[in-house]
């Protein structure tokens, strides 16, 4: 159906940056929303940042100023540039879109990548 695949993980220095890619592929009529959470060791899933079909913007706290989400519609694909990273940034990173498939377009259905690790060192 559709899978999405990341990439840009990986370890970084504190105030380092990290740059995340996300592509979606298969059977695929439009992209609504997409995103970026992530999920510490023992904690909750968040949202990290999303962006909808209309370009807006929507950013956790903790990560404003210093993260910054884009997309680019006719590759599929949405990125998260991370900047001035911290120790507290590690975690795994998933990304998530709201997709309408070409077999029932009149639905949106949300799908996950399979994750990235990003670790960041003090």
């Known amino acids: 159906q559709v899978q999405l695949v990341e990439s840009g993980g990986g370890l970084v220095q504190a105030g380092g940056s990290l740059r995340l890619s996300c592509a979606a592929s298969?059977?695929?009529?439009?992209?609504?929303?997409m995103g970026w959470y992530r999920q510490a060791p023992g904690k909750q899933r968040e949202l990290v940042a999303d962006?909808?079909?209309?370009?807006?913007?929507n950013y956790a706290d903790s990560v404003k100023g210093r993260f910054t989400i884009s997309r680019d519609n006719a590759k599929n694909t949405v990125y998260l540039q991370m900047s001035s990273l911290k120790p507290e940034d590690t975690a795994v990173y998933y990304c998530?879109?709201?997709?309408?498939?070409?077999?029932?377009?009149?639905?949106?259905?949300?799908?996950w990548g399979q994750g990235t690790q990003v670790t960041v060192s003090s």
């Open positions: 998530s879109m709201t997709v309408r498939t070409l077999r029932i377009p009149n639905i949106l259905s949300p799908y």
């Open positions: 962006s909808t079909s209309g370009s807006s913007t």
């Open positions: 298969g059977s695929i009529f439009s992209i609504n929303t």
